[in-house]
């Protein structure tokens, strides 16, 4: 069975380095299960992205594809939108 394909757009990514720390804030998106099936995915840059970052006088590139194997960022999710 084929994988359906549909545009998608990088997320947007906030960056900053504080006191030697690398900051990045992302916002959680509906999990959604990866190509295997094996793992939801709940968020993604689908890719790598230039930053404006610098270090070392180079430009910071990040991918990231944070993921789990069980519910549990659904769960974070549901939990901070009744704190709001």
Known sequence: MGRLCAEVKQMAIETKI????????CVLEKPIPSASGKTLVGASTR?????SLMIGG??????????SQNSLIQ???NRQRTKE
């Open 75 to 77: 769960h974070e999710m």
């Open 18 to 25: 504080e006191v030697n720390r690398l900051i990045i804030t």
């Open 58 to 67: 180079k430009s910071l590139t990040i991918g990231l594809n944070p993921i």
């Open 47 to 51: 890719g790598n992205m230039k930053t």
